[in-house]
């Protein structure tokens, strides 16, 4: 849309319904020793053509998954978004709404907010979804908080295979708050160590938190989460970072989550750099009253007929502002939407294939490096998400770069003690003769 700025004559006429002579009188209450007395020192303006060029001049920096195969997932994985999503998302009456306030005249946002919710609940196994927070690290973070809410403790337990910014969101949440936030270790075998967890645990303790797949893409030991969960007298969080995984792994519910978050950005949302994402939020309905966010619901008005209606939103600053825990009003509505879109578009049997598919593929590549001499970092089950070793992952992702490949994530940023582990993810857009090169690709530059 091109910039039309005010012509003079526009100016003049705003000037004299003012009645001043000149927009220097606009400003005269400020003094003058604190006003700028020359021009800002900024370029010559550009045409339109001019900026559209420099702009994409200034993004062609960056390496995304368009020019490059990627293997980059680490949080943001590289999913295939049905032409629906856009189509459906740009409509004026969908794009348009910001936030529901007046529930009677966005009834048809709340109605997409209410599937957006049905569609979380019987993906996560749990009783109540609200209509999303802010991403899936802001959403462990309110977790937290949310059980120590509950339970009135002081500390909760985090596993250090959770994602490590995750993490960094969660104790900047808590310790802020004067809570206390413990970590506890994943073993060789990538899964975290529940053993060292439930020595850990103590009656301050409010909630033990874990990722599944974990930031390694490592399946956790479920079972054992549940024996401890029902041994214990705290609260169970799970985070999915990764949702497409439920068409295939179990959900939270199943394992006896209390409170259950994740990351809805796989959902039909595209990667861009920072976002947007998208917070999943989920619990038992006994917590429901300690929940942030809002909560839409079903009723019928006087006539009879069916509406949805703001339900909850006990926790927000604008229903309670001086009581208020979390101030999540300006939710994700718009990536709700888009999730809910998305997950209508491809249905159940089709999500359940895009779920097997990348289990599959990301399964053959593993299996390709084997047979290229490459060890996996961690021996157990994995998503669509592994490690393996190699001498230099930073050389092979420089490398990569010259030949087209974004080589995953080396985890020696956020793991030092694993300097030669690089995450590699794989999804559905991959097709085997891509895989079968970059496993090539991995074999010229394993020794270098």
Same mark, same amino acid.
């Not at 303006?45 to 293997?71: D, H, W």
């Not at 909630?207 to 797949?213: G, V």
């Not at 895009?354 to 047979?371: C, D, G, Q, V």
């Not at 080589?407 to 940023?413: N, S, V, W």
């Given at each position: 849309? %091109? ?96 936030? %529901? ?47 120590? $809410? ?16 995750? $993490? ?101 949302? %595209? ?95 593993? $299996? ?22 190699? $001498? ?57």
């Amino acid at each position: 849309m %091109p910039f039309i700025p005010h012509t003079q004559e526009d100016e003049r006429e705003i000037l004299d319904s003012l009645g001043i002579k000149n927009k220097e009188e606009l400003f005269s209450h400020i003094p003058q020793e604190i006003r700028l007395n020359r021009p800002l020192h900024l370029p010559q303006p550009l045409s339109e053509v001019e900026i559209e060029k420099e702009i994409q001049k200034i993004a062609s920096v960056n390496k995304g998954v368009n020019g490059y195969i990627s293997f980059l997932g680490g949080g943001s994985y590289n999913h295939w978004i049905p032409s629906t999503v856009e189509s459906i998302l740009s409509r004026g009456e969908i794009f348009s709404p910001y936030t %529901p306030y007046q529930p009677e005249a966005s009834q048809g946002t709340l109605t997409i907010l209410f599937e957006f919710q049905t569609m979380m609940c019987e993906l996560f196994e749990m009783e109540v979804s609200n209509a999303s927070v802010y991403d899936g690290a802001s959403a462990l973070a309110e977790a937290c908080l949310m059980a120590l $809410r509950i339970t009135k403790k002081e500390e909760v337990i985090l596993s250090s295979a959770i994602h490590p910014e995750y $993490r960094t969101v969660v104790k900047t949440y808590l310790q802020s708050a004067g809570f206390r936030v413990k970590e506890t270790p994943f073993k060789k075998n990538g899964k975290t160590d529940l053993e060292t967890l439930e020595r850990n645990i103590s009656n301050d303790t409010a909630a033990f938190a874990i990722q599944n797949p974990n930031f390694f893409g490592v399946i956790e030991d479920l079972e054992g989460l549940k024996k401890l969960r029902e041994s214990k007298d705290i609260l169970l969080i799970s985070c999915i970072v990764e949702p497409i995984s439920l068409g295939v792994l179990k959900p939270p519910g199943s394992y006896k989550s209390d409170i259950a978050v994740g990351e809805g950005k796989s959902f039909g949302i %595209p990667l861009n750099f920072g976002g947007p994402y998208l917070g999943i939020f989920t619990s038992k309905m006994e917590y429901v009253r300690n929940m942030p966010g809002r909560i839409v619901g079903e009723t019928i008005d006087i006539e009879g007929k069916r509406g949805f209606v703001l339900t909850l939103s006990t926790r927000e600053q604008h229903i309670r502002r001086a009581k208020a825990t979390s101030n999540i009003c300006t939710n994700h509505n718009m990536c709700a939407i888009a999730a809910t879109i998305y997950l209508a578009s491809v249905g159940k049997n089709g999500f359940k294939k895009i779920s097997e598919i990348n289990l599959k593929k990301a399964h053959f590549l593993a $299996r390709e490096l084997r047979k290229r001499g490459f060890e996996l970092l961690f021996d157990s089950p994995f998503y669509n998400e592994f490690a393996i070793k190699l $001498r230099s992952p930073e050389r092979a992702l420089n490398t990569g770069l010259e030949r087209g490949f974004i080589a995953g994530l080396p985890l020696k940023r956020f793991y030092p003690e694993l300097e030669e582990g690089l995450l590699i993810n794989v999804t559905e857009v991959h097709d085997v003769l891509s895989l079968e090169k970059f496993a090539d690709f991995l074999e010229e530059v394993k020794d270098a």
